[in-house]
T-cell receptor, first 114, second 112 residues
Framework: DTGVSQDPRHKITKRGQNVTFRCDPISEHNRLYWYRQTLGQGPEFLTYFQNEAQLEKSRLLSDRFSAERPKGSFSTLEIQRTEQGDSAMYLC????????????FGSGTRLTVV | GNSVTQMEGPVTLSEEAFLTINCTYTATGYPSLFWYVQYPGEGLQLLLKATKADDKGSNKGFEATYRKETTSFHLEKGSVQVSDSAVYFCALSDRTLGRLYFGRGTQLTVWP
């Protein structure tokens, strides 16, 4: 297993466009998390899944943000009608069925909205 | 609630100097504690962890001890290298909510 993979690594989009990011977690992990990181800040929790169930989504930043994990494997994060304030690094992580041992993060997707 | 407070950076040291990055936390319950490291343009990598009070996490010469009485988890290294230059994040887990909470990060720069 090569760890958590995120695609694309970088995305530049025009304001108002929709974007979708993909995350492939470590196959043995049943939890998958999305975080957002802006410059000079720590990661900010957005949402997480246990298998295909989305257990927490209240931290998604607005109704323009949505996430899916249709078969309990890979996940997608979509941002509709992007705004300049959405520019950030979007991080995906996965873990076993507990947070006791931390997460394994992917390398992130850097979004720039112009 | 849950929160993590880290000393503000940036921290600039000469090679072979001693490093301390302070981290304190507030938590509901008994969290696990972590230090993550982030190199430029990369995601976060787990550096070390401690799952209960008085545990010491260690890795690559870095150490941190889970101090429940002072709600602290300070990161230390006896002799830093240029390759240690990165951003370091302290974090705690909330088992009930199933997530990690991160501090704002501390930028470390080590000069040769």
């Amino acid at each position: 297993d090569t760890g958590v993979s995120q695609d694309p690594r970088h995305k530049i989009t025009k304001r108002g466009q929709n974007v979708t990011f993909r995350c492939d977690p470590i196959s043995e992990h049943n939890r998958l998390y999305w975080y957002r990181q802006t410059l000079g800040q720590g990661p900010e929790f957005l949402t997480y899944f246990q298998n295909e169930a989305q257990l927490e989504k209240s931290r998604l930043l607005s109704d323009r943000f949505s996430a899916e994990r249709p078969k309990g494997s890979f996940s997608t994060l979509e941002i509709q009608r992007t705004e300049q304030g959405d520019s950030a690094m979007y991080l995906c992580a996965s873990s076993w069925d507990t947070t006791d041992y931390g997460y394994t993060f992917g390398s992130g997707t850097r979004l720039t909205v112009v | 609630g849950n929160s993590v407070t880290q000393m503000e950076g940036p921290v600039t040291l000469s090679e072979e100097a001693f490093l301390t990055i302070n981290c304190t936390y507030t938590a509901t319950g008994y969290p696990s504690l972590f230090w993550y490291v982030q190199y430029p343009g990369e995601g976060l990598q787990l550096l070390l962890k401690a799952t209960k009070a008085d545990d010491k996490g260690s890795n690559k010469g870095f150490e941190a001890t889970y101090r429940k009485e002072t709600t602290s988890f300070h990161l230390e290294k006896g002799s830093v290298q240029v390759s240690d230059s990165a951003v370091y994040f302290c974090a705690l887990s909330d088992r009930t909510l199933g997530r990690l909470y991160f501090g704002r990060g501390t930028q470390l720069t080590v000069w040769p």
